[in-house]
Every structure is written in structure tokens, then in C-alpha cells.
Nanobody
Framework: QVQLEESGGGLVQPGGSLRLSCSSN????????MGWYRQARGKERELVAR???????TYSDSVKGRFTASRDSANNMLYLQMNDLKPEDTAVYYC??????WGQGTQVTVSS
């Protein structure tokens, strides 16, 4: 059974940075399209960044230029570098190989 586990969330001030990590217990990061999603309280889950199996990166307009996704397939890792964080980035962030494989999520809170 494939499992994903996120880490790296926390509390950060506006303008700060965090790096999220996602580890997999199987070699899937190079075989499947992967993504970072987030869900803020009271809102629907949204796609933040997609990393395709071929390595193509796409971002939502709300994070473009501030967030960078990357993949270390040799170590079954996916990363999300988040810079210039804003209060509206506050959410639970999920790593996924949609539609069926999801991590448990990690909380990111941007507040002064």
C-alpha cells in the first residue's frame, strides 16, 4: 500500500518561508503525476502545484512566483518551497498522487 507523509508545516510570519516535504514508501514520484494541494478552513481543496511524471511543473495563479515544487525521485521525495508567505496561504497542505493516494496533511499558518 502506497503511503505519503508530509512534514515541514508550522507557524510563520507574513513574508516568511517554509519548505514542505513529502515522503513516499514506494517509488511513485517518478511514475505518477504528483501534486501539492491545500484546503483552508471553510473552503474547498485546491491545487497549488503539479509535478508530472515527466517533470513538468505548473502552479496556481495565487502562488506563481512564490512557491516552487521539486521532486527527488531517487529518494521518493516531493518538496514545496514556499516564499513570501501571506495570511491567505494559511491552510492544511496535502501531498497527493491523485485521485486515490493522499497524505494526511500538514498545517501551515501565516500570521503575525
Amino acid at each position: 500500500q502506497v503511503q505519503l507523509e508530509e512534514s515541514g508545516g508550522g507557524l510563520v510570519q507574513p513574508g516568511g518561508s517554509l519548505r514542505l516535504s513529502c515522503s513516499s514508501n514506494r517509488r511513485i514520484t517518478s511514475a505518477f503525476d504528483m501534486g501539492w494541494y491545500r484546503q483552508a478552513r471553510g473552503k474547498e481543496r485546491e491545487l497549488v502545484a503539479r509535478v508530472t511524471a515527466s517533470g513538468t511543473l505548473t502552479y496556481s495563479d495565487s502562488v506563481k512566483g512564490r512557491f516552487t515544487a521539486s521532486r527527488d525521485s531517487a529518494n521518493n521525495m516531493l518538496y514545496l518551497q514556499m516564499n513570501d508567505l501571506k495570511p491567505e496561504d494559511t491552510a492544511v497542505y496535502y501531498c497527493a498522487a491523485p485521485p486515490n493516494i493522499w497524505g494526511q496533511g500538514t498545517q501551515v499558518t501565516v500570521s503575525s
